[in-house]
């Protein structure tokens, strides 16, 4: 089980950038898959997850509305688009794999099984 973050970068405040989380050794249509950020100095903060098993994903309060989380089913990838970029959405973006649906792992780290390196976000002001 494998899974690759990537499509961090530089972005100016306002701007808009595209992550995918590549996953291998598993399908995402059998599982949940969240994303966490954390800034330095500050805790891991979950903000958006998928599954098959909700009705809708799930985003935290800080991304709801700007950002989107769906599922690139030909590239097994679950993608999160970020728009309306502000200074302090800066962070290293990982991904993870949750057993759990939406519903129950949600935001809660210690419910994911796996996770991938992070991708750093910089948004410039």
């Known amino acids: 089980v494998q899974l690759q973050a990537s499509g961090g970068g530089l972005v100016q405040s306002g701007g808009s950038l595209r992550l995918s989380c590549e996953a291998s050794g598993f399908s995402v249509d059998y599982y949940a898959i969240g994303w966490f950020r954390q800034a330095p100095g500050k805790e891991r903060e979950g903000i958006a997850c998928?599954?098959?098993?909700?009705?809708?994903?799930y985003y935290g309060d800080s991304v709801k509305g700007r950002f989107t989380i769906y599922v690139d089913h030909a590239k097994n990838s679950v993608n999160l688009q970020l728009n309306s970029l502000k200074p302090e959405d800066a962070a290293v973006y990982s991904c993870?794999?949750?057993?759990?649906?939406?519903?129950?792992?949600?935001?809660?780290?210690?419910?994911?099984?796996?996770w991938g390196q992070g991708t750093l976000v910089t948004v410039s002001s």
């Open positions: 998928i599954s098959s098993s909700d009705k809708d994903p």
């Open positions: 993870a794999r949750s057993p759990l649906a939406c519903a129950y792992s949600g935001p809660y780290s210690s419910r994911y099984d796996y």
